[in-house]
């Protein structure tokens, strides 16, 4: 049992927030003029082991950073800051000024939208260090750990990403948004809908899919029919991806939201590291899928024709290969591996609204230190890369540490462009 | 009508005021690199980032003189485009596309990070450098001016004026290297590549110099932006600026010197528009407030510049100005 309660300890506590619905939505509706003045953001900062945490400084501005206000915590560990009106505002805390022990689960900051009338609570992750400083876990292994989860949902991604390259000479920088896509469809039909996580995945590679195949019969297609330059494409690709992530923060919002499903999960002691179940079984689920992907790339018929059209589109179309429709099976696989690894994603670090396009550098890190358009190289390289990243934690703050791995994408351009699998004829 | 003239003298004001020079001094930069030279840089905000801070922290962390500061924005644009210049140009263009944006949102999550408190103040930013520049403005910079039906504070004036001057020298500068010899081996550098070599061109050096010069541009551009805004923090340069910029610049036309100022006015005027003209509609109860909120608008921008480059690039890839036989750009 003292292990269990050690585990416990082990558990990252934060928490907060006084979602105070306490002010009467109905005053607010009566009198919108008058309510303008009553928007505020609150939060309280405690962890179970340092208790509540006074003097740290909140400072809370707009968007586009104006300073509402800056305030200090008081001996509840609570912070309230009365806003000008409804809108958009972040929060930021001064991490310098946690005690001893006690860091960020992740960024110092966090942007909520604020609705008419309405007191918005808002949690700033905070753990308590116990972890590092005893608890039997080694630092390194638990971030191997975590680097290699991270690292598989980035491949899941990659994989799409790296094969419609190859297939068609598209660099899509839209691809972020299919993983966001996944997140987004999965949490409507897991918190809106009342479904399952698990089925609600399934709904949400679906759509995945489903969107793929929209992109490439509605979008490209017809584009490389009317011969667009593939400069143009990329072009095009990252006005649908700017169109798309303001569509989804629009209907989705600016918050991070979790799914119903397997909150407040305890971390399981492995001896050198521990890991929450629902982080093992993605881990599991990214693993099986990505072998799946391994062997229908290297056995069936239509995973050759990949192969062989990402390797030569002419070779492939002369020896009497369907090369369309491979493009849209590529493009439906990618749609729906990006989706899941977007709802997996979602799973661990709650969804948001430009999760996808954060990941899509990275993507382009794995993609690019495989070797661009070759589907092996996307796997190998994106779990190098997330173990990279999290790694580097062992040296570098942990707010900075995907500069770490955008910084090893370009030291991979200086050294070897051409990736570890990939060939040189691709890059000159 | 009223809130409508409002609405157009609210648009007028942002289509000359220096959130439109910033952007038109970062178009004409990539307008120098991928309309002449065909090169895609998708980090330019990271060129205007460097701009801004450099003036921002010269003045506000080190208390240097307001010109070093410029000077120091300069010189580290220059810097990074050498740095991602080098490993990339000899590779096809969308590698240095990669390396260009992740390079600017690496560099913006630095200045954000707390371990860079000492040097940007991290997400607060630094304020309080643009005193020795207000001070130079010959007129008197507390009063307040009318000008076509808009207000504008002196010193709002001042950095406008100054800006649209840098225009117009940044203009004069693309139109007289475009008419060289420089700028007609630029510009075989975009149509082949490989012809250019074989006639003894040393192409290499020649896209680190439209690099370098465009990324100097966009150093300017940041620095009118921070000067304008009188603070600088590592939000305001967010990646979807660039594309704003190439936005504006495939709008106005790409490889046309004046293409990139007419765009990036004709964007802030458009985009100010449908801002005002968007809320104006919601308070006023014509769009219900369950379909689109207030707070909805500032994402709108966004969505509609994101339609506006699919549209325009997949019908009307030159733009206003432009020459469709220049602009049809393949990858190499």
């Known amino acids: 049992m003292s292990r269990g309660r050690m585990l416990l300890r082990l558990l990252l506590l934060s928490v907060l927030g006084g979602v105070a619905l306490t002010l009467a939505p109905g005053v607010a509706h009566a009198q919108p003029e008058e309510s303008a003045a009553s928007e505020q953001v609150s939060g309280t900062l405690q962890t179970t082991l340092s208790g509540p945490i006074e003097g740290v400084e909140v400072v809370v501005t707009t968007p586009d950073g104006t300073e509402i206000d800056t305030v200090e915590t008081d001996e509840d560990g609570r912070w309230v800051v009365p806003l000008p009106g409804p809108g958009q505002y972040t929060v930021t805390i001064d991490e310098e000024a946690l005690p001893e022990g006690v860091v960020l689960n992740g960024a110092d900051s966090r942007t909520v939208t604020v609705d008419a009338g309405r007191n918005q609570g808002v949690i700033i992750g905070l753990s308590d260090g116990s972890r590092n400083s005893g608890g039997g876990t080694v630092r390194w292994v638990q971030l191997f750990v975590d680097g290699l989860r991270f690292g598989l949902l980035i491949a899941m991604a990659a994989v799409g990403l790296s094969l419609i390259f190859g297939t068609t000479g598209l660099t899509n920088f839209a691809h972020g948004e299919l993983v966001t896509i996944g997140a987004i469809a999965a949490w409507f039909i897991n918190v809106e809908g009342g479904v399952p996580l698990i089925p609600a995945a399934v709904i949400a590679m679906v759509i995945g899919a489903g969107v793929g195949a929209l992109n490439e019969l509605g979008i490209w297609r017809p584009l490389r029919r009317r011969g667009t330059g593939l400069i143009a494409a990329l072009v095009i690709s990252i006005g649908l991806s700017l169109l798309l992530r303001y569509l989804y923060q629009i209907i989705f919002g600016g918050r991070s939201e979790a799914y119903v499903d397997y909150r407040g999960q305890r971390a399981v002691d492995y001896g050198p590291f521990t890991l929450t179940d629902k982080d093992l079984a993605s881990l599991v689920i990214a693993l099986a899928v990505l072998l799946l992907v391994a062997v229908m790339l290297q056995r069936t018929k239509i995973g050759k024709a990949m192969r062989a059209v990402a390797d030569n589109r002419d070779l492939a179309a002369s020896s009497g290969i369907n090369v369309n429709r491979v493009i849209l099976v590529v493009w439906m696989m990618g749609g729906a591996l990006a989706a899941l690894g977007g709802v997996l994603l979602g799973l661990s670090d709650e969804v948001q609204w430009d999760m996808g396009f954060r990941l899509l550098l990275l993507m382009f890190a794995g993609v690019t230190l495989g070797g661009l358009g070759t589907a092996y190289g996307a796997l190998v390289g994106s779990i190098v890369v997330g173990v990279f990243v999290q790694m580097s934690t062992l040296v570098i703050p942990n707010d900075v540490k995907y500069v770490g791995g955008l910084l090893l994408l370009i030291v991979i351009l200086i050294v070897r462009p051409q990736g570890i699998l990939g060939s040189r004829v691709r890059v000159g | ?332």
């Open chain 2, 1 to 332: 009508m009223a809130e409508l003239i409002d609405a157009l003298a609210v648009a007028l004001k942002a289509g000359l005021g220096f959130q439109a020079i910033f952007l038109a001094l970062l178009a004409i930069g990539i307008n120098l690199q991928f309309g002449y030279t065909g090169l895609l840089n998708f980090g330019q905000i990271a060129f205007a980032m460097l701009g801004g801070y450099g003036i921002a922290i010269s003045v506000s962390q080190w208390g240097l003189n307001f010109w070093v500061g410029v000077a120091v924005g300069i010189l580290a644009a220059v810097v990074l485009a050498l740095l991602l210049g080098l490993p990339t140009l000899r590779l096809r263009a969308d590698y240095l596309a990669i390396a260009t944006i992740a390079a600017a949102e690496g560099l913006r999550l630095l200045f954000r990070s707390v371990s860079a408190t000492p040097v940007t103040n991290a997400t607060r930013g630094l304020a309080g450098f643009n005193n020795e520049f207000v001070a130079l403005a010959p007129w008197d910079t507390a009063r307040r001016y009318s000008l076509l039906g808009t207000r504008w504070s002196g010193a709002e004036l001042w950095v406008t004026a100054v800006g649209w001057v840098l225009v117009a020298l940044a203009c004069l500068l693309i139109w007289l290297l475009v008419r060289s010899p420089w700028g007609r081996v630029v510009k075989s550098i975009r149509e082949d590549e490989d012809a250019v070599r074989a006639l003894g061109k040393n192409v290499y050096v020649y896209k680190m110099q439209a690099l370098v010069l465009g990324g100097i541009l966009g150093a300017l551009g940041g620095m009118i932006y921070a000067l304008g805004t009188g603070s600088a923090i590592p939000d305001q340069y967010q990646n979807a600026n660039t594309f704003l910029a190439y936005a504006a610049l495939i709008l106005g036309g790409a490889a046309r010197v004046l293409g990139p100022v007419v765009g990036a006015m004709l964007m802030y005027f458009i985009i100010q528009f449908a801002d005002t003209g968007l809320r104006t509609l919601i308070t006023n109860g014509v769009i219900p407030e369950g379909l689109l909120s207030a707070t909805d608008v500032a994402q709108i921008r966004f969505v509609l510049i994101g339609l506006g480059l699919i549209l325009l690039l997949v019908f009307r890839p030159q733009g206003i100005f432009g020459d469709r036989r220049e602009v049809m750009l393949d990858a190499r």
